[in-house]
């Protein structure tokens, strides 16, 4: 079975600290992404990443950005905390191309930020 | 931008009952997909379906796809108190397979 492992499962932290989130897949999936989930808004995307040193966008990319040095892990960086980043964040990974494929995901981070 | 709407929000239903998830979305797809999350969880995928299929059965799941509404249906029969959680649609569309797009997701609850 594929495993997405997410460094935290809660996490607090203060306004304009550097926030690291870190997330490991274990099945050589080339595509991986960061949503943040929100009550009331599902899943939105911030990232996702097709192979090593590649990243694209998704749909709500400000104040945050990525890193994808290795092929299993996928980091998503908070430049600077603020309260409205409080959220939780899901990391998921899949294989191949993209829209026929299951996604994977981890537990989730929830991220306060104070 | 919001593809996929579930409907209805919320489902309270009793165990051995049959609940029905509905998703509508605004563009031409190639695939949908069905996941599920448990309360504090990830989202686990459950079922996909092609855009040339009408329906598809894996367990006690039944999920169909209708491209001329631009919807689709999550049928769980039998239901139990384990199926408590909340469901979601994701699809991706046609010229921007990039990404799945996810909706807000139907909670389910079953009641033993």
């Known amino acids: 079975d594929v495993k997405v492992t997410q460094s935290s499962r809660y996490l607090v932290k203060r306004t304009g600290e550097k926030v690291f989130l870190e997330c490991v897949q274990d099945m050589d999936h080339e595509n991986m992404f960061w949503y943040r989930q929100d009550p009331g808004l599902g899943l939105r995307l911030i990232y996702f990443s097709y192979d090593v040193k590649m990243k694209e966008k998704g749909d709500i990319p400000e104040g945050y950005s990525v890193s994808r040095e290795k092929k299993e892990r996928f980091s998503l960086i908070l430049e600077s905390a603020s309260t409205n980043q409080t959220s939780m964040y899901l990391c998921?990974?899949?294989?191949?191309?993209?829209?026929?494929?299951?996604?994977?995901f981890g537990d989730g981070t929830r991220l306060s930020i104070l | 931008s919001q593809q996929g709407e579930e409907d209805p929000q919320a489902l309270s239903i009793q165990e051995g009952e049959n609940a029905t998830m509905n998703c509508s979305y605004k563009t031409s797809i190639n695939n949908l997909q069905w996941y599920r999350q448990n309360s504090g969880r990830g989202l686990v995928h459950l079922i996909l379906i092609r855009s040339n299929e009408r329906e598809k059965h894996s367990g006690r799941l039944r999920v169909t796809l209708d491209t001329s509404k631009k919807s689709s249906s999550l049928l769980i029969t039998a239901s139990r108190a384990a199926d408590t959680a909340s469901y979601f649609c994701a699809t991706d569309s046609i010229g921007n397979t990039d990404k799945l797009i996810f909706g807000t997701g139907t909670r389910l609850q079953v009641f033993p």
């Open positions: 998921a990974s899949s294989q191949g191309s993209l829209g026929n494929q299951p996604q994977h």
